[in-house]
């Protein structure tokens, strides 16, 4: 069975003892069975909220630059950039190799850059050397390209509601589990059983727990350069 919207709708209202919905039906679905699909998008909304970096919603952009233009929007579906992964993409059309930017303050660019927005000299356009980011959920490159350069850069999104029978959520399959569990606290707390909505609201966050030590949380191992006074000996012989 596909792993879609209907999909895990159905496995909810299963659980529930519920009769099925079919694709014939599912758009128009009232009362509970509406509630059923409402459910399925606010534990999706719940997931997504207590990550801000989940891998599945990484994104690695590629934004065509235009010669003499130093801002640019951040895509409709981005929830934060990270901006010190903007880089120029080699482009042996025009010459140049790959290039990652540095990142500067906007106070920066007002200070020392920010005539480049309104000059016509093509002399100083040339491959960005700097990004910064403008209150106005903007990027700015600086000097303004002299090319249509291709731009590099990796955002975590917001991922949209699920509205179609078909539609794929962004999470993963094998959290199927996790959704559903969210799911059905929403669906007892709108019958009312509060017991079976807080045992449900427990598992939820368990596995939201253990989504995040999976996914999210990372340990990284640093290699120790330390070397302590004295001599060491291997073999009879002394090294430094």
């Given at each position: 069975?596909a ?28 009362g509970?069975y509406l ?55 080699e ?36 491959v ?72 449900s ?23 120790s ?5 004295g ?10």
């Open positions: 069975m792993y879609n919207y209907i999909d895990i709708t159905n496995s909810l209202l299963r659980s529930l003892n519920e009769v099925e919905l079919t694709n014939s039906n599912f758009n128009t679905a009232k509970f509630h059923a699909k409402d459910a399925i998008n606010a534990a999706l909304r719940d997931i997504n909220q207590t990550g801000q970096q989940w891998p599945f919603n990484h994104v690695i952009q590629e934004d065509v630059l235009t010669a003499g233009q130093n801002r640019y929007s951040f895509p409709s579906d981005a929830a934060n950039l990270d901006f010190d992964t903007f880089r120029i993409k482009d042996s059309s025009f010459g140049n190799k790959t290039k990652h930017l540095r990142v500067i303050t906007y106070d920066d660019y007002l200070k020392n850059y920010v005539d480049q927005e309104y000059t016509d000299d093509a002399s100083i356009r040339s960005p050397e700097m990004v910064c980011q403008a209150p106005s959920s903007e990027y700015i490159v600086v000097p303004a390209p002299k090319e249509d350069y291709t731009l590099v850069y990796e955002y975590y999104r917001v991922p949209v509601d699920l509205v179609n029978a078909t539609d794929v959520p962004f999470v993963p399959e094998r959290y199927k589990h996790v959704i559903l569990d969210g799911a059905k606290y929403y669906a007892y707390v709108f019958r009312s059983n509060e017991q079976a909505a807080a045992l609201k427990n598992k939820f966050e368990e596995g939201l727990k253990r989504m995040r030590t999976i996914l999210i949380n990372e340990y990284q191992y640093v290699t350069t330390y070397r302590p006074r001599y060491f000996y291997i073999a009879g012989q002394r090294l430094a």
